[in-house]
DNA sequence: GCTTTTTTCTTTCAATAGCCAACATATGCA
DNA sequence: TGCATATGTTGGCTATTGAAAGAAAAAAGC
């Protein structure tokens, strides 16, 4: 069996379990547990999953949770992800229409727009619809979908229809994955089909990841460099990276 | 076992009931109890709990979502709306498809089926679905649409192709204003259509409503009494009122 | 109120299970 | 053949757990 396959199969057994041991995997492949635990550490790299003693976690950091505070990273990037919301906020106007994917990132965004006038906000997320609900100046517009568990992310039919007959202006889109050659890829292939749709219906797409989410590349491929217009992310960016991103003259905002 | 799957699941048990000892914890677990006061405290230290003497109580003002002004609706008739809760849910069984319309009587059925099991749950009230979003053995549904102003209600055209492609097995409706001859009425006349379709998916019209909405006409009517196949109130019904469902062979039952 | 008893908690230590790093072996490809 | 990559093996190190003993807190008895 090749180690690829393997990795895929971890993912999907993490997918449905939640939860496995080393040894348990080892079992199930015929591999020995040191081959699995290579696997694992290449894969926590890849921002997929998360390591403990004895095993390993889906790592459902952001695209897929919310759960405050579990690991320690989720409140260090808290800061970095608070300002990219400000900065995101920035770009947008009075009047427009624009689209929130799911995710920690967005959800900052949410907060940072509540003062603006006219809006029209599509999401796919319960807790942002959540979060501008007594907006009186915000029309909220949520895609409806299958609730993802435990979390507050709509997926699914339902999810890809509404996206597929709605026209926006900009939309914001959170990843787990960014490369600069390979472009945004996700770990999941059941979040390819939405996030694909929300790149479809806006005019304007702007990526918005923190410097963690630079350089890696996971399974599916979600989005080329060329269909991302803009990407925000922090200030702690390896400057490398930054500098092959200017290369390709993509309108890097570092907030 | 693995230390995080153990920690994760305590917390899933804190969400339900409020409370767990130290000796029920590790029984549950087949674990020493030294073992659970060393996950207690890793976990108090994360901020999630707060251990006390022989136990330990769930720490969740930090739920992002925890609304702590309620309005005057929300408040209304509070333990006769828990009470129809409780009544609803336990004409829910394990595996059913249900439909859980918005508001706050509705969202005290959610409160009520936590411990369902293989449940599946389409709702157009934002709330509900994050009221439901951490339970395992259900699968949530929303319908999407957009968010009605100052509330957690969706509703539109997306609301309605939703519902339009969903059959299930109960659906529990609630209503303004209810009438033994004039059946469901409504004073506004934008969310008669999500209703009329809610009652059209369904195989079994629950409609759910405090003694308060007894006697009562609107504008728009809803739903014919021979559409509604049972009804769910609360004790303080006048007697009168009651007789005349009565007279009708109406399925009413008392919570 | 005070003391005694019981329960729970903390600390410590030993045993086990799991981890990492280095090296060895195997497989595949040019 | 030689190189690269993947996997298995070994030994030393670390983390987690259960058990035990003393400290602290709560409950019971007077």
Redesign the pocket.
């Known amino acids: ?4 396959e ?1 990795k895929k199969l971890i993912l999907d057994y993490l997918k449905k379990r939640h939860y496995a ?3 348990e995997l ?1 079992d199930s492949f ?12 290449a894969m926590q790299k890849e921002g997929v999953l998360f ?6 976690t889906i790592n459902e950091d952001d695209e897929i949770h919310s759960e405050p505070s579990f690991n320690e990273r989720e409140i260090a990037e808290y800061n970095e992800k608070q300002q990219i919301g400000l900065a995101a906020a920035e770009m947008i106007q009075d009047g427009d229409h624009i689209l929130l994917d799911s995710g920690t990132t967005t959800l900052h965004i949410a907060k940072s727009i509540l003062d603006k006038k006219d809006l029209t906000v599509v999401t796919n997320d319960i807790n942002i619809a959540s979060t501008l609900r007594n907006q009186k100046d915000i029309k909220v517009i949520v895609t409806g979908g299958i609730l993802f568990p435990e979390s507050y992310m709509l997926n699914g039919k339902f999810t890809d229809d509404v996206l597929q007959s709605l026209n926006l202006h900009k939309a914001f889109v959170g990843t787990p994955a960014i490369h600069f050659q390979r472009g945004i890829t996700h770990f999941d292939d059941q979040l390819v089909s939405a996030k694909q749709n929300m790149i479809a219906a806006a005019r304007e797409i702007i990526a918005v990841a923190d410097h963690t989410k630079f350089g890696r590349v996971s399974l599916h491929k979600v989005a080329d460099v060329h269909q991302i217009d803009c990407i925000i992310t922090d200030r702690h960016i390896d400057p490398e990276e930054l500098q092959r991103w200017q290369d390709i003259n993509m309108d890097l905002h570092l907030a």
């Open positions: 069996m090749l180690a690829i393997r041991t080393v040894s080892a015929h591999v020995h547990e040191a081959t699995i635990r290579r696997d694992l550490s390591r403990t003693h004895g095993g390993v």
